[in-house]
């Protein structure tokens, strides 16, 4: 596939992927622990025996899960430089170097179920990543999609002194996909490079490449959570900014 934004994408995660690493580690990073992974967990039940592809794994600390949870593991990066992270952290389990776009080290109806845990704002190619993940599931096969709120950019989010108020603020229109470029968050030193598309764009896609939506969360931190928060601005954090959705998708019949 000939898409100079795919190989921007591998360039800028390969660069990032050691921060990438330090961010995660191998618990996830607090919004995955506080707000997301409960209901990805929840979305994705028992995964024990399932052929699970994770695409884009990243440092594959969600890979890990799911292999201690039972599942038959593949974890796919587009970055080379994540994969050598996830493959010297996790030897047991299998990693390897694919665009999601593409996944071309895998056949048609391989897995019962693949996650994209805040992949899709990452990937250009939106419509192929999806055909993709339908392509490589069973009959009947299910889909975990977890990814930055479109309707919240976190990047230029500002809070309130007294925490009440939490502004977001937009450079461009939101109903126009582009690709963004934020400057350097957290411990980072690079810009950020990410796919911004109106969250009805997603749906389409969904819809186009012969999938139904079964469920939608847009992730929270449930109160029994509290006290996992590092400190109380994290915690306010996840009480009042939405930042992500998470869908659970099927594969259709051809029939239906
Ligand atoms: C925000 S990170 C998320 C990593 C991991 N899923 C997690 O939850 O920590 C996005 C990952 O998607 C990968 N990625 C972006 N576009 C991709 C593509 N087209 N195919 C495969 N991986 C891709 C990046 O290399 C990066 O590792």
């Known amino acids: 596939m000939d898409n100079p934004e795919i190989d921007e994408t591998r360039d800028f995660w390969n660069r990032v992927a050691d921060d990438w690493h330090i961010q995660i580690g191998t618990a996830g990073d607090s919004n995955r ?33 799911l292999s201690d949870r039972g599942a038959l593991v593949t974890g796919i990066d587009i970055s080379e430089r994540m994969i050598a992270i996830a493959r010297a952290q996790y030897p047991n389990v299998e990693f390897r170097v694919d665009s ?46 977890v990814f930055s709120h479109p309707c919240f950019p ?63 969360e847009e992730p929270r931190v449930a109160e029994e959570r509290y006290h996992l928060a590092e400190n109380s601005r994290k915690l306010t954090n996840c009480r009042t900014r939405p930042y992500s959705v998470a869908f659970k998708l099927q594969k259709k019949n051809r029939a239906e």
């Open 33 to 65: 622990i506080l707000n997301s992974d409960p209901v990805l967990w929840a979305f994705a039940g028992d995964v024990g025996g399932l052929r699970v592809l994770d695409a884009g794994c990243g440092n594959g600390y969600l890979s890990k899960q």
């Open 100 to 145: 999601c776009a593409e996944l071309r080290t895998v056949s048609d109806a391989q897995f019962h179920l693949v996650i994209a845990n805040y992949v899709l704002m990452d990937t250009p190619d939106l419509d192929w990543t999806l055909q993709a993940f339908n392509r490589i599931l069973h009959p009947n096969g299910m889909a975990v999609l």
């Open 154 to 216: 976190q990047g230029r989010a500002t809070v309130s002194s007294d925490g009440k108020e939490t502004n977001y603020r937009w450079s461009f229109p939101y109903f126009e996909p582009r690709k963004c470029v934020d400057p350097p968050w957290g411990h980072f030193s690079s810009d950020f490079i990410w796919f911004h598309r109106p969250l009805s764009d997603y749906w389409k896609a969904f819809k186009a490449s012969g999938f139904i939506v079964l469920d939608f």
